[in-house]
């Protein structure tokens, strides 16, 4: 059974930081891009970071760039997002998706991944 377990959101006071994790289970993730995602109350889910199987190349969005580190241990068979600097405005739920193969070009489109997990929530608030 293929799944995608996200963990280590929270509450964080702004400025504070967090890491997430996003564990595989049922296959291995080296062959896989993986991207970040989050979604705001009444917001459209947004890609906020990926990279690509090999780990070789990585992506964030300009709201993130510079805070938000991703990074891969494909022997853990885990993806982390390094999560620095929080703002309110990053106060979401956050999902990790894997998608094999994927171009790297097209890894911030959700519509281009299958697995999902079920996400965290990171609240970032005084």
């Known amino acids: 059974q293929v799944q995608l377990e996200e963990s280590g959101g929270g509450l964080v006071q702004p400025g504070g930081s967090l890491r997430l994790s996003c564990a595989a289970s049922?296959?291995?993730?080296?062959?896989?891009?993986i991207g970040w995602f989050r979604q705001a109350p009444g917001k459209e889910r947004e890609g906020v970071s990926c990279?690509?199987?090999?780990?070789?190349?990585?992506y964030y969005a300009d709201s993130v760039k510079g805070r938000f580190t991703i990074s891969r241990d494909n022997a853990k068979n885990t993806v982390y997002l390094q999560m620095n600097s929080l703002k309110p405005e990053d106060t979401a739920v956050y999902y990790c998706?894997?998608?094999?193969?994927?171009?790297?070009?097209?890894?911030?489109?959700?519509?281009?991944?299958?697995?999902w997990g079920q996400g965290t929530q990171v609240t970032v608030s005084s």
């Open positions: 990279i690509s199987s090999s780990g070789g190349y990585t």
């Open positions: 998706a894997a998608e094999f193969a994927l171009l790297f070009r097209l890894c911030v489109l959700k519509n281009e991944y299958d697995y």
């Open positions: 049922g296959f291995t993730l080296d062959s896989y891009a």
